[in-house]
Each structure stands twice: as structure tokens, then as C-alpha cells.
């Protein structure tokens, strides 16, 4: 009688939603998801502080362009700063389980 794995038999037969471990590499990695999300937000700081640059110096003669960067910035780095909290929080709570 031939015994199989049950872990090699989980992802294929049982959850059709998983992928096989060869699709699975092809997916970004957390830290590299983390790196893509940390250049928008610094991507959204570096393009209001820069149409802030060329309103003062005369460039943009609409403030609105101007005002709604920089709450775009502001948002983006709130969002930023609140995923922050939760992963310190989930981090604590987990560290708080009894092994």
C-alpha cells in the first residue's frame, strides 16, 4: 500500500485556488510588494514638493493642481503610516501568543 504526502496532495486536489509552488515564485515577494507601495508614496511626496517648487517660483498659476498633490501626498503617507500600526499591532499580538 502506497502512502502519499498530504502537503504534495493540498494545493493541486483540495484548494483549487492555490498554485503549485512553480507559479508560486513568479509572485512578488512581500518585501518587494512592500518596496513597490514605499516608492509611490515617495513618488507622491517628491511630485507635490515639486509643483509646490514651481508654483512659488510662477510656473503653475492654478493652485488646485497644487493643493491636490500635496493632499494626495498627505493620504498616501496617513495610509502608510496606519498599515504601519496594524503590522506593529498584528507583530505585538503575535508575539503576546503562548507557544
Known amino acids: 500500500m502506497s502512502v ?3 502537503v504534495s496532495l493540498i494545493p493541486s486536489l483540495v484548494l483549487p485556488g492555490v498554485k503549485p509552488k512553480e507559479e508560486q515564485s513568479r509572485d512578488p515577494s512581500f518585501s518587494q510588494v512592500l518596496a513597490q507601495q514605499l516608492d509611490k508614496v515617495n513618488a507622491a511626496q517628491v511630485k507635490a514638493d ?5 508654483f512659488l517660483a ?5 493652485i488646485h493642481q497644487v493643493m491636490i498633490a500635496a493632499q494626495e501626498a498627505k493620504i ?3 495610509l502608510a503610516v496606519e498599515v ?7 507583530y505585538h499580538e503575535i508575539s503576546r501568543m503562548p507557544v
Do not use: F, S
Request: neutral net charge.
Open 58 to 62: 510662477g510656473n503653475i498659476q492654478d
Open 76 to 78: 498616501t503617507l496617513q
Open 84 to 90: 504601519r500600526n496594524k503590522v506593529i499591532e498584528a
Open 4 to 6: 502519499y504526502p498530504v
Open 50 to 54: 515639486e509643483m509646490t517648487k514651481q
